[in-house]
């Protein structure tokens, strides 16, 4: 068990898709007689709120550089991971696929639910910019946003995973001293709830079944009343073909 790597991507492949949602979101400028003068796509990170908090103030000319390389911006990152009781499947079932041109299959036993927490950071240098952004993004959560992800492609296995928006944070250090800097920060939680797969196992496909028929409960009997044997058609038929099967009913047979 523990020891045997596999490695099914699970955790990335949701991670991927969650920053996949906020990557083209645009922050425009207009002038007094309302004409478009700048049209900004909001850059997206995998950085903690910190970094970016720490950015702003130990490089103080930074807002006086060009605006579409300093702000607005976002990150995002992976803040907590629970297990879901609520979410749990039975454990002995089995996801199968056949392997092509084989008389063996890939299985995978029921996954595990995970509740995976993601913070979204919003930096914006105004108001107005910040609103933009969070009017681009909540209208889409009511309260959850689903995503489909392919997390087992040798299974064909595609889960649709929702997204739900749990809470807004909004902090405006517009106040204190003139040589401050002010900085609009949005913190939106989020909750996936996605499921996790163990590692895949292989088995071989059953070709050939036989079943004997006693006319008696006596263990010691020597005569076999009827066996029925069942096999594919034809028998070189393998695990991914489209084949039928034929019966052989046989007896009595002495053993």
Excluded: H, W
């Amino acid at each position: 068990m523990f020891g045997t790597f596999f490695y099914n991507e699970g955790l990335r492949k949701l991670t991927v898709a969650f920053g996949t949602i906020f990557n083209d979101i645009q922050v425009k400028k207009a002038d007094a007689n309302g004409k478009l003068v700048q049209s900004i796509t909001v850059p997206l990170s995998y950085a903690p709120k910190e970094k970016f908090i720490v950015r702003l103030d130990q490089q103080k000319d930074l807002q006086d550089r060009e605006f579409a390389i300093v702000l607005p911006r976002m990150s995002f990152e992976i803040s907590g991971i629970a297990y879901d009781a609520t979410r749990k499947l039975s454990r002995v079932q089995k996801y199968r696929t056949t392997k092509s041109t084989s008389s063996s299959l890939n299985y995978n036993y029921t996954p595990v639910p995970y509740n995976i927490s993601y913070t979204l950071n919003i930096f914006t240098a105004t108001a107005e910019n910040g609103l933009q952004i969070v009017e681009q993004i909540l209208p889409y959560f009511q309260p959850d946003y689903t995503v489909t992800l392919n997390l087992l492609p040798e299974l064909d296995i595609k889960r649709d995973v929702p997204i739900v928006l749990n809470s807004v944070a909004y902090e405006d250090s517009y106040t204190g001293n003139f040589d401050l800097r002010r900085a609009v920060i949005y913190t939106l939680n989020f909750t996936a709830k996605t499921y996790l797969f163990g590692p895949a196992s292989t088995q071989k496909v059953i070709l050939k079944t036989q079943s004997d028929v006693y006319g008696t409960t006596n263990t010691t009997t020597t005569t076999i009343d009827e066996r029925i044997t069942i096999v594919p058609n034809p028998t070189d038929a393998k695990a991914d073909d489209d084949f039928g099967f034929t019966t052989t009913i046989e007896g009595p047979i002495n053993k």
